[in-house]
């Protein structure tokens, strides 16, 4: 992402403990919003958000992909980069996209990415959105 991170609206979904949007924050991302469903994710990135003082900055959503999407566009977010890292095994990389996608939170230009066990075949549709690159890194796929 390198580059693209600078001045992006940066969507964390799924973002557990919140290490990847607090890293597109640190690389001069303009706006990050975390999203995941497990309160216990979410006590553990507000910890680590008070802890490196930029809780003022970030936006915390704490219910499922779904949901939030669907509240994300209707507040008319878009996003240049939305990180999304599932459960693994979860089958649930396709209805991602395809939120993505229906709800049009992406910007023209936006970067979608997937992570996900590297022995699934990667998860991608046809239309709006495209696959540009596959990253194999060990037992995971981006």
């Known amino acids: 992402m390198g580059d693209n991170v600078i ?17 597109a924050y640190s690389r001069g991302a303009a706006e990050v919003i975390f999203v995941d469903a497990s309160i216990k994710s979410i006590e553990i990135l507000n910890s680590n958000i008070r802890k490196i003082g930029i809780e003022k900055y970030i936006e915390i959503v704490n219910m499922n992909y779904k ?40 910007t023209k230009n936006g970067i979608v990415v997937i992570e996900q066990d590297s022995k699934e075949p990667e998860s991608y549709i046809n239309g709006y959105l495209k696959l540009i690159k596959k990253k194999i890194y060990g037992n995971s796929q981006l």
């Not at 001045?7 to 890293?23: M, Q, R, T, V, Y």
């Not at 994300?72 to 993505?100: C, E, V, W």
């Open 7 to 23: 001045n992006s609206k940066f969507l964390d979904l799924f973002s557990g403990c919140g290490s990847i949007g607090i890293e």
């Open 67 to 106: 949901n939030a999407i669907c509240k994300l566009a209707d507040r008319g977010k878009k996003f240049d980069i939305i990180f999304a890292d599932p459960p693994y095994k979860s089958n649930i990389y396709f209805d991602i996209l395809r939120m993505i996608d229906h709800k049009n939170i992406l």
